[in-house]
């Protein structure tokens, strides 16, 4: 095996806004394992609540940092094999699946069927969600041109059509409304977009920052969108209404006040991102229906579970890339390379400081 060097933004566990550029030698193979260079991933608000939950739904534990106090934020996005031990595959090979926001990553493929790709068997990511362990093979060396932009979009549609297949399959819970936090973010666009298309009887009520009001009125998604500081005003949020609302910021203060301005009229409170970083206190003085976290890989089983796997990957599949027709007009794919640019992008996302209308996609070289 030839000789590498790695680097990981590695990030402080009690500080997340601490992100260091961290290189080290890569271990030597051992068998049946495989070093996969990473080629690009996406950077998004969903890495932000990756490290913002990171102990509490155990994202540190997907790739561990040499020191313990430090964590390293998964991303999503594109490998290729550059040494291989294993005689199901060799270099060149590429697969999508889940990375750590740095250069190199080694995985020990479970044994099974390997025609479309394969399942980490590492012992430390056992626990973890398989959804989080697969890594799918993709047809052909070749670099297709919407790659970037899928990368971007389709871990964050994949909870966006799970949230809006749940409360479909619960009848909206009764409610005429629907309300979405951080309404310009890609999530919350893919659900407004899923909703939509599926439940065009529900009402879409987009919540998002003064300055991102213009953006998420053009994309045509909500039937109203409203700044945070009109939300509860004259021409907010209609109290009489049955609602249901969806919170991808994690802002406490603004998801108490949706609790409080709805009253028994909201139905279901559903928890998913954090955006808001620092905004996310304790929710025990939250009044009205208790507000539940949705945790789409779970989702995802049950989905699997009643359906089967075959069913899923169709109706996603399908649904995701009428979704990435529509965005490819909404947002701006921006590029960035090396360590240093990742890093300052992490920064950058977690101050709030990227556009909605760009999508960052981080290359390695």
Known sequence: ????????????????????????????????????????????????????????????????????????????????????????????????????????????PADGDFSAGFIDSAEHRAPMAPIYNHYRKLSDASHDDVEALRAIVQPLFMTSFLIEHKFRSEQWFGADNL?????????????????????????????????????????GLYD???????????????????????????????LSQIHDHLGDNLKFSSLIG??????????????????VFFFAPAAAQEFISDFGQAEFDSQAGRALYGFLDFIAGQIDVRVIEGPQAVQTAYEMLLSGNISAREGLYATIE
Do not use: C
């Open 1 to 108: 095996m030839e000789d590498y060097q790695q680097w990981n933004i590695v990030i402080d566990k009690k500080d997340i806004a601490k992100a260091t550029i961290e290189i080290s030698d890569i271990a030597e193979l051992e068998e049946d394992q495989l070093l996969l260079k990473i080629e690009g991933y996406a950077l998004t608000a969903n890495n932000i609540s990756y490290a913002s939950t990171g102990d509490l739904v155990g994202y540190w534990n997907f790739f561990p940092a040499e020191d313990v106090s430090n964590g390293i934020v998964p991303v999503w996005g594109y490998a290729q094999i550059v040494e291989s031990k294993h005689i199901e595959f060799e270099a060149g090979m590429r697969f999508y699946g889940y990375f750590p926001m740095g250069s190199h990553l080694i995985v020990s």
């Open 179 to 219: 309300i979405i936090t951080s309404a310009s973010s890609k999530t919350a666009m893919g659900l407004a977009y899923r909703v939509k298309s599926d439940s065009p009887d529900v009402r879409r009520i987009g919540l998002t920052s003064a300055d991102n009001v213009e953006f998420t009125i053009d994309t």
């Open 224 to 254: 109203q969108v409203i700044s945070y500081d009109d939300a509860f005003g004259e021409h907010g949020i209609d109290a009489e209404e049955n609602s249901v609302s969806v919170d991808f910021a994690g802002n406490t203060t603004l």
């Open 274 to 291: 954090m955006t808001h970083v620092g905004k996310n206190g304790p929710r025990d003085a939250i009044s009205g229906v208790q507000a």
